[in-house]
């Protein structure tokens, strides 16, 4: 099985940072990635799918790049709503795997 | 919209099976459009999908946990439903039903049911 490896797995920045968390598939997935945010004693909220398209909502801040492997979610601009753990997710085949979360924190 | 809600025990006994319905509301369980999972996470740990299921009843197990899993589709109360045997304290987690579409990423959660293992 394909195995979803992220970093760091936590990160301190300040307000109006730019922000990236790098996702690594140990095989190819295509752009079959999606990202999700999860706000403490929240649900997970979708972010970005296909590696780079916004889920409708989403602040522009927020972007996706990447291919093949490695990818990578980028925060623009923190804000303090932003602090969550985000998990990134292969979509290519069953099973549904998740990276293991990168908690994002306000300095 | 379509929503989706959790229930079940909250706490279930060493080995016995936990039982999990997820209610569809605000749309068809049949729609031949969604798939319909299950996904959990320990306390301070990450997300772990577990399975799905298709309307017309086929299912894919993660691997790690087919030998104990079990998942169903009523369509007459708009539910599918989870069971997972011989459960261990390290079971216990929230467990989320959650749907996709043709793309396999998940846009729909429900609110997520906390189980708890002990004795």
């Known amino acids: 099985d394909i195995q979803m490896t992220q970093s760091p797995s936590s990160l301190s920045a300040s307000v109006g940072d730019r922000v990236s968390i790098t996702c690594r598939a140990s095989?190819?997935?295509?752009?079959?990635l999606a990202w999700y945010q999860q706000k403490p004693g929240k649900v997970p909220k979708l972010l970005i799918y296909?590696?780079?398209t916004l889920q409708s909502g989403v602040p522009s801040r927020y972007s996706g790049s990447g291919s093949g492997t490695d990818f990578t979610l980028t925060i623009s601009s923190l804000q303090p709503e932003d602090v969550a753990t985000y998990y990134c997710?292969?979509?290519?085949?069953?099973?549904?795997?998740f990276g293991g979360g990168t908690k994002v924190e306000i300095k | 919209q379509v929503q989706l809600q959790e229930s079940g025990p909250g706490l279930v006994k060493p080995s016995q099976t936990l039982s999990l319905t997820c209610t569809v509301s605000?749309?068809?369980?049949?729609?031949?459009?969604?798939?319909w999972n299950w996904i959990r996470q320990p306390a301070g740990k990450g997300l772990e999908w577990i399975g799905r299921?298709?309307?017309?009843?086929?299912?894919n197990y993660n691997p790690s946990l087919k030998s104990r899993v079990t998942m169903s589709v009523d369509t007459s109360k708009n539910q599918f439903s989870l069971n997972l045997s011989s459960v261990t304290a390290a079971d216990t987690a929230v467990y989320y039903c959650?749907?996709?579409?043709?793309?396999?990423?998940?846009?729909?959660w429900g609110r997520g049911t906390l189980v708890t293992v002990s004795s």
């Open positions: 959650a749907s996709h579409t043709g793309a396999w990423y998940f846009d729909l």
């Open positions: 605000g749309g068809s369980i049949s729609s031949g459009s969604y798939y």
């Open positions: 299921i298709f309307s017309i009843g086929s299912t």
């Open positions: 095989q190819g997935i295509n752009n079959f």
């Open positions: 296909a590696v780079s």
């Open positions: 997710q292969k979509y290519n085949s069953a099973p549904l795997t």
